[in-house]
């Protein structure tokens, strides 16, 4: 069974430019969840997609948005980029099951650089 | 102000021997912890996880312990292996939709070196 996937691996920008970050989520999971995860920070929450809905964001700027398409891929945006954006972006997904061991599960990341 | 706290930055262990991560939260609403395997480069593997209910769940040669009221836990892993060396990130779940499902708040991670 294929996990989590992420697209691209690696994406250069400069300051002000746009990033669009893809997510495959495993097959039969409907929740998506992304975290960034800056130089010497821990793993941040960005954001939740569940069923196309976004259902819980983290303390980021409005600037970092997504959607989440009816194959329940996701994509992450972020507008303005600033150099502190660079980042390992991260990606998880869940069966979205309204049950306590609901377990995310993690894809390889995107290695975000802003110049 | 972090609510998951893991307060040793490194770890360093034998082979053979028991290697015991910690870890600590401030929310009591928190209701479902999970350690995370990491290595450089890549997204985090799950390991193991505890429901609030539990105080023990064991897998293998990994074992977590939940402590409710001193909101404590910890992974053993028995026996170490070289394998084992990566960073360790503690996570807990925020309670959503009635108690299930919500985004994790990570710890920092301890990173474990396991020697031969």
């Known amino acids: 069974e294929a996990g989590v996937t992420q697209s691209p691996t690696h994406l250069i920008k400069t300051r002000g430019q746009q990033a669009t970050l893809r997510c495959s989520p495993i097959?039969?999971?409907?929740?998506v969840y992304w975290y960034q995860q800056a130089l010497g920070l821990g793993l941040q929450f960005l954001l939740w997609y569940d069923e196309g809905e976004e259902r819980n964001r983290g303390n980021f700027p409005p600037r970092f948005s997504g959607r989440q398409f009816p194959n329940y891929s996701s994509e992450l945006n972020v507008n303005a980029l600033e150099l502190e954006d660079s980042a390992l972006y991260l990606c998880?997904?869940?069966?979205?099951?309204?049950?306590?061991?609901?377990?995310?599960?993690f894809g390889p990341g995107t290695r975000l650089t802003v110049l | 102000d972090q609510q998951v706290k893991q307060n040793s930055p490194s770890l360093s262990v034998q082979e053979g021997r028991i290697s015991i991560l910690n870890c600590d939260y401030t929310n009591s609403m928190f209701d479902y912890f999970l350690w995370y395997k990491k290595y450089p480069a890549e997204g985090p593997t799950f390991l193991i996880s505890?429901?609030?209910?539990?105080d023990k769940n064991e897998d293998g040669r990994f074992t977590v312990f939940l402590n409710k009221s001193a909101k404590h836990l910890s992974l053993h892993i028995v026996p170490s292996q070289p394998g084992d060396s990566a960073v360790y990130f503690c996570?807990?779940?925020?309670?959503?939709?009635?108690?299930?499902?919500?985004?994790?708040?990570f710890g920092k991670g301890t990173k474990l070196s396991v020697k031969p």
């Open positions: 998880a997904s869940s069966l979205g099951q309204r049950i306590m061991t609901d377990t995310q599960y």
């Open positions: 097959s039969g999971h409907t929740s």
């Open positions: 505890i429901s609030s209910i539990k």
């Open positions: 996570a807990a779940r925020e309670m959503n939709y009635g108690g299930s499902q919500g985004n994790l708040i």
